[in-house]
């Protein structure tokens, strides 16, 4: 129960950026509209905001999921602005409490939403230049692909679009039917790699540094973002650097446990900045500025 000497938050003043919104700690509830299996540990969600208010995020951008009574966790938008209309899509990951319920929803149940939060991939700074896009795992569908589909929709405003993508095995491959409507595109030039193959598995082996050996870029004028687990940002760093780009031209995303979402409680803190607020997107130089991020 909120206590009476609290803050009326109806009436406490909202940034700017979450105009539209009652506060920025009380969740909108959103509608399920569909569930669709993507893999084994894996379903794509499509969720309607009250009204079908367009969520107006950008790429690389979070929203706070919540199940009243259960818990709330960060998951990135899937869908790219261009593509968002009434609803937008989460790609989630059965991990652990929340999300093995979230697994469980049926279209018209609800959940809370917060945000979109976050400072996402400044996508209208990458106009003209060659865009490098290299997710590992569940990062291809969230964030990874609302770059790309932003990019898909503005093709002509971009230079080469080149996807590198890797997962463990091939049955943890996200978006197959993108990915074979990407090979099929002659302005996308797309890579897949498997660290372990099955027996059917014809194209690549190895981590995703391999798929570099076979890329020419022009580090004049190429934009590298890279999303995934930890460990594969030293690797692919190193690989970009080696290209000849500078730190500037490199982004991530740092997935740090987040609890509020909006740079007050500090669970996302790295040094002295919030993930949540001033990330989770970052460029290679602003990371080497604070030593915990890498
Ligand atoms: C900015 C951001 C975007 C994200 N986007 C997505 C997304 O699009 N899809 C998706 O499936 N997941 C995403 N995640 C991760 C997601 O938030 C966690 O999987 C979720 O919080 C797990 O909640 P749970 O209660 O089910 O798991 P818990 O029961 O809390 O934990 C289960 C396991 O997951 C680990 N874990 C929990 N949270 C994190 C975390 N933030 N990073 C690493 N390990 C964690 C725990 O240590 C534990 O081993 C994102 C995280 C962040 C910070």
Known sequence: MIASSAPNLTTTTIPKEYDGHTSIFLPTMATVVDVQPETKTE???????????NLNHNPGQFVMLS????????FGVMTSP????????LCIRNAGDLTSLIHQLKPGDQVGIRGPFGRGFPH?????????????????????????DEILDHRTDYGRLIILYG?????????????????KRDDVELQVTVDHPDDEWTGNVGVITTLFEHIQINPYKTIAVTIGPPIMYRFVTMELLGKGLTPDQIWMSFERRMKCGVGKCGHCQVNHRYACQEGPSWTYAEALAFEEAL
């Open 67 to 74: 199940i009243p009574g259960v818990g709330e966790a960060p």
């Open 124 to 148: 209208d700074t990458f106009v003209g230049k060659d865009i490098l896009v290299a997710p590992g795992g569940l990062a291809l569908a969230a964030p990874a692909l609302s770059l790309i």
């Open 167 to 183: 997962a463990r095995n091939p049955s943890e491959l996200l978006l197959k039917d993108r990915l074979a409507e990407w090979e």
């Open 82 to 89: 261009s593509r968002t209309g009434e609803t937008f899509k």
């Open 43 to 53: 379903k794509i969600f499509t969720l309607r905001l009250p009204d079908g208010e």
